[in-house]
């Protein structure tokens, strides 16, 4: 670029100097006079052009400015962890199929055989609640075959019987009791007094109203009208019976039977069996 404007100069000035030089000559002279006057001043040269100014220098381009450097990506959020799904519950033990009960006579002579088969185990525990009007009691009564019982009262004495001797809880001390109450217990558990009691129960009215369970235990639920004569008096409830489906014992009854306490009123109670081959009745002192 720097040469192409110093050969442009260069042109410029020599064609100004062929013009000076053709003006002064081109033109022929004429004889000289008498000077009348000094002679005219010599024309001053004409003064050469100035040399075109060399241009500006081209500035040189801004420095191209550095790119802000590109932001790094955020980091990508791991996934929150999947929940782990609910456990499956469980299913319900299948209720047995009401058809499979035994109903009329036959579930009258389950009834029966059911009692027989609960004096028949080796130990159980039953456990009675009961509300007479306002007043509401529990007992625990262990039994352990064949003649040994464990009466334990929420309200009241608790009681140990066998077979040749009772004894008494008052206060923290056990004593001995004067009565043997286990002869007479004896005498009640006798196969020939059972017999006679079962035939002194009238079962009315009995049907069956479908399977449940207890504890786990599938059961079949039979209602039914009883009534017992107990000395002179004739007691009546109604009552449900909760019978185990595989071992035919009884596990829970409710019932609702004419008081013995308060005339006219009712006594509702409820029964809940478990049978223990584990519990043991002993002697509490010697």
């Given amino acids: 670029m720097q040469r192409r404007v110093t050969a442009i100069a260069l042109f410029m000035l020599l064609t100004a100097l062929v013009l000076v030089l053709a003006a002064c000559g081109g033109a022929r002279p004429e004889p000289t006079k008498a000077p009348t006057a000094a002679p ?4 001053a ?7 075109t100014k060399l241009p500006e220098p081209t500035k ?3 420095a191209t400015k550095a790119t802000a450097p590109t932001k790094a990506p955020e980091p990508i959020k791991a996934p929150e962890p999947t929940k ?10 299948t209720k047995a199929p009401e ?3 035994p109903t009329g006579k036959a579930g009258f002579d389950l009834l029966m055989q059911a009692a027989k ?4 185990q080796k130990a159980f525990r039953a456990t009675i609640s009961s509300e007479d009007g306002s007043k509401t009691s529990q007992t625990v009564l262990e039994f352990v075959a064949p003649d040994r019982f464990h009466i334990m009262p929420s309200a009241g004495q608790e009681i140990i019987i066998l077979k040749d001797a009772t004894y008494m809880k008052q206060g923290d001390k056990w004593i001995k009791s004067p009565i043997n109450m286990g002869e007479m217990m004896s005498g009640l558990l006798n196969q020939q007094n059972i017999e006679a009691m079962l035939k002194e129960m009238d079962v009315a009215d009995l049907k069956f109203v479908g399977a449940d369970t207890v504890n786990g235990k599938p059961m079949w639920v039979y209602q ?3 009534s017992m004569k107990v000395g ?3 007691i009546k409830s109604q009552g449900k019976s909760w019978l185990g489906i595989t071992d035919k014992l009884v596990y829970k009854i409710e019932s609702e039977a004419d008081s013995l306490i308060n005339k006219g009123g009712k006594t509702k109670t409820t029964v809940l069996y478990d049978y223990d081959p584990n519990i043991k009745i002993e002697a509490p002192i010697q």
């Fill in 40 to 43: 005219a001043k010599a024309a």
């Fill in 45 to 51: 040269p004409t003064q050469a052009p100035d040399p």
């Fill in 60 to 62: 040189a381009p801004e």
């Fill in 84 to 93: 782990a799904p609910e456990p499956t519950k469980a299913p319900e033990p």
């Fill in 99 to 101: 058809a499979q009960a």
């Fill in 117 to 120: 088969a609960q004096l028949a």
């Fill in 224 to 226: 039914h009208a009883t």
């Fill in 232 to 234: 002179e008096q004739a």
